[in-house]
């Protein structure tokens, strides 16, 4: 089955405790990006992967680090969590298709940051 | 700077209700639209997708149009159902490498 995988699902972790959010495809997708989900304010974009050890910031990078060392995986850090980073995380990958591209989502991350 | 607004926030219905969810772009300029739904702990689930060459799309009960000059997006859904209560995200591929999203029409269909 075509997916994209996160792991954990739910963190629950303390202040500047390094932790590491695992984000794998199946699909062979060249392009993957993380997104958080924060309430009235949508989705935004955090780091993107155009290809194995391309990335590149998006509109939320402070205080996140992300390594593209394989097609298949993009994992996300935060080397030093804070209370402001307590978010539901998304990973994506995408495919062409027709003209452009559409989008493939995981199933989320929820981190709370105390 | 794009930004993609959803009206309404919130929307109850009875079951059996035709229904219309509103997507709202500031710059016509995409590549395309994309509706997803959106579970309780679960991730997001891509309905639709219009390119920008298209005016509309239809999966079974749904049917996304699109109006890219005056920057406008509808998510109809016919006969609706419980299962289909869940939150409905639109967002807009402008070619910058990633989704710009909406903050989502949380839809609650009652029996």
């Known amino acids: 089955e075509a997916q994209v995988t996160q792991n954990p699902r739910y963190l629950i972790t303390v202040t500047g405790k390094k932790l590491t959010v695992t984000c794998s495809q199946n699909?062979?997708?060249?392009?993957m990006s993380w997104y958080r989900q924060d309430p009235g304010l949508g989705l935004r974009q955090i780091y993107y992967?155009?290809?194995?050890?391309?990335?590149d910031k998006g509109d939320v990078p402070e205080g996140y680090k992300v390594s593209r060392k394989e097609k298949r995986n993009f994992p996300l850090i935060l080397e030093s969590p804070s209370p402001n980073q307590t978010s539901l995380y998304f990973c994506?990958?995408?495919?062409?298709?027709?003209?452009?591209?559409?989008?493939?989502f995981g199933p989320g991350t929820r981190l709370t940051v105390t | 700077k794009q930004e993609v607004t959803q009206i309404p926030a919130a929307l109850s219905v009875p079951e059996g209700e035709n229904l219309v969810l509103n997507c709202s772009f500031t710059?016509?300029?995409?590549?395309?639209l994309q509706w997803f739904r959106q579970d309780p702990g679960k991730g997001l689930t891509s309905l639709l997708l219009?390119?920008?060459?298209?005016r509309e799309q239809t999966s079974g009960r749904l049917n996304a149009s699109l109006d890219k000059s005056s920057g406008r997006s509808t998510l109809y859904i016919a006969a609706s159902q419980p299962g289909d209560s869940a939150t409905y995200l639109c967002?807009?591929?402008?070619?910058?490498?990633?989704?710009?999203f909406g903050t989502g029409t949380r839809l609650l269909v009652s029996p």
């Open positions: 994506a990958s995408r495919a062409y298709r027709g003209s452009s591209y559409e989008q493939y």
């Open positions: 699909m062979n997708h060249e392009y």
């Open positions: 992967s155009m290809n194995v050890e391309v990335t």
């Open positions: 710059d016509s300029a995409i590549y395309n």
């Open positions: 219009i390119q920008s060459s298209q």
């Open positions: 967002a807009v591929d402008t070619g910058f490498q990633k989704l710009v």
